[in-house]
């Protein structure tokens, strides 16, 4: 049995950078952390282990004189309020993509107030919650071109993408958009901005690529993650034999002889938790594999 790992799978950019801010503050002392800090259950607990402590926004407003990492996923206007008015030390992970995205679609709203801002993605997502606030919570919510009703064809439209969407859901969305002006007699502005992550994006065909080459494929993902989700339907595209697994734990005991097993994961995949379904493999009784 030979064993693959994807060399293009694991944390991004963002999600690296957060983690070791995480480790770096925790040297300092203690540190908590709003909303888990990767939707990954097992690197979310890695860091527990050194101290991390997870709070939600309800513990926020009571806590008062503590240091608070903010995750990747960005947040609104309001939560830096809060940890102004409770004299909290902010430690702001938030990913530089996603950033400027908030600031693009801020400016939107400030210079467009008569015009409406769309944003492609998951609703009640942390890194949507965070875009939304830019807009003081009046931009609308579409995850797909079916949520189009939603958007009123008289006004003028903006539309964003949460950064890690899929492209090909993204322009669906767009064309269902142009089609639905089409038809209207009043004309209006359409202003579609595709600011889905490139790195993210960028991953897309490799990882088809390699699930094409094996004859199995354990994908590695968070059940929290939008993104682990978008890549493994990419992933089972490219090779039906595809499976969805949180960690070893989660591996069949049954797995049919196979020569080439490859193993992928998302942008908030850890490579340790890749290298242990790997080892996990290796350890399967010699009856299921194959040299």
Known sequence: MIVSIDNNSGFCFGVTSAIQKAEEELAKGQLFCLGDIVHNGQEVKRLEQLGLETIDYDDLRTLHNIRVLLRAHGEPPSTYHIARNNGIDIIDATCPVVKKLQERIHKTYLEHRDAQIVI????????????????????????????????????????????????????????????????????????????????????????????????????????????????????????????????????????????????????????????????????????????
């Open 120 to 291: 492609y993605g998951k609703a009640g997502h942390a890194e949507v919650i965070g875009l939304q606030g830019q807009t003081n919570n009046t931009a609308i919510i579409i995850e797909s071109e079916k949520d189009i009703n939603k958007i009123d064809f008289n006004r003028d439209i903006y539309l964003f993408s949460q950064t890690t969407m899929s492209i090909e859901g993204f322009e669906a969305l767009r064309e269902a958009i142009i089609s639905q002006i089409a038809n209207q007699k009043s004309p209006i502005v359409l202003e579609a901005h595709n600011t889905i992550c490139r790195s993210v994006a960028n991953r897309v065909e490799k990882l088809k690529t390699f699930a094409a080459e094996q004859d199995l494929v354990l994908f590695v993902g968070g059940s929290k993650s939008s993104n682990a989700k978008v890549l493994y339907e990419h992933c089972r595209e490219a090779n039906p034999n595809t499976y969805f697994i949180e960690n070893a734990n989660d591996l069949q005991d049954n797995l049919s002889p196979l020569s080439k097993i490859g193993i992928c994961g998302a942008t908030s995949t850890p490579q340790w938790l890749m290298q242990q379904v790997a080892q996990a493999l290796q350890n399967l009784p010699q009856a299921y594999q194959k040299s």
